[in-house]
């Protein structure tokens, strides 16, 4: 009687302290994976339905977003080459970088009535913006705050001039872009609004409108366009365009915005300086005049790109169909399993 009773007791110990070392996780839905789950069965039915579907909202989306692509009138004019001297073609650099007059004229020419605002961009190909040791070449602090304008330690090699803080420092700053463009049309002055071509965001928060500029283009090397000393940085909108740099080597930024609709026929004159140096590395310059749409500008790609995945999905579509009807399967059919169309393979 005892003896059952100290070997049940010792028993129900083992136990206890088998429980204790076992490595086993606590029983839960979460951890067994039994939750509750929507587990879909990709009918021939539901398969061919969805690509249906897709391809019914993504080619009325294409056709839509082409006729708004093509809705954008464009002007655009690349002028880097000829507007240098013909004499001076052979060297392009030298002249760019000599105290030769800069001053060209181009004439454009309204193929298509514009209507305001008209935005006037100036286009870069070739010019990495994105390289990594140019995109960290800034003070952020720097240009929010006059009480950072010692934080330069970033924007080596355009840190300082004669033992000062440059600011706005950086390899961003000094090359801003100093290209200028005077327009008329038929010989009458067409005024170009250079005011709010920046971000909002940007003017209030990423440049302040207690920081001036000091020391800027003082350097041994002056690179782009000099900046007004006596104006805030929140202010100078051609900076702060220039400063929101670009992810690919062909980009273009706002130079400003006309404000009157051009017709049909309308002659552009255009005279610009030719200031800015892309020559040195096979760069090109481009003026360019363009409309708008409810998408944006002038892009095709994004019209192209819902054609071709409609246009896969209807296509797709319709061979499941012409599948499903011309040699149609039993779903979950066993017969159509390896061991089963193949009896001896397995073995």
Known sequence: MSSNTASSSGGSGDSSA??????RPKYSKFTQQELPACKPILTPGWVISTFLIVSVIFIPLGVISLFASQDVVEIVDRYDNDCIPAP???NKVAFIQGDAPKACNRTLTVTKRMKQPIYVYYQLDNFYQNHRRYVKSRSDSQLRSPKFENQISACKPEDD???QPIVPCGLIAWSLFNDTYTLSRNNTPLAVN???IAWKSDKEHKFGNKVFPKNFQKGNLTGGATLNPDIPLSEQEDLIVWMRTAALPTFRKL???IETD??????IQVTLQNNYN?????GKKKLVLSTTSWLGGKNDFLGIAYLTVGGICFFLALAFTIMYLVKPRRLGDPSY?????????GR
Do not use: C, I, Q
Not at 18 to 23: D, F, I, L, P, Q
Not at 278 to 282: A, E, M, Q
Not at 337 to 345: I, V
């Open 337 to 345: 399993l390896s061991w089963n169309r193949n009896p001896g393979g």
């Open 88 to 90: 001076a073609r052979t």
């Open 194 to 196: 250079k005011k709010g």
């Open 255 to 257: 130079y400003g915005k």
């Open 161 to 163: 001039a004669g033992g």
């Open 18 to 23: 088998a429980r204790k070392n076992s490595k």
């Open 278 to 282: 892309t020559y040195s590395f096979s």
């Open 262 to 267: 051009l017709e049909n026929g309308d002659t």
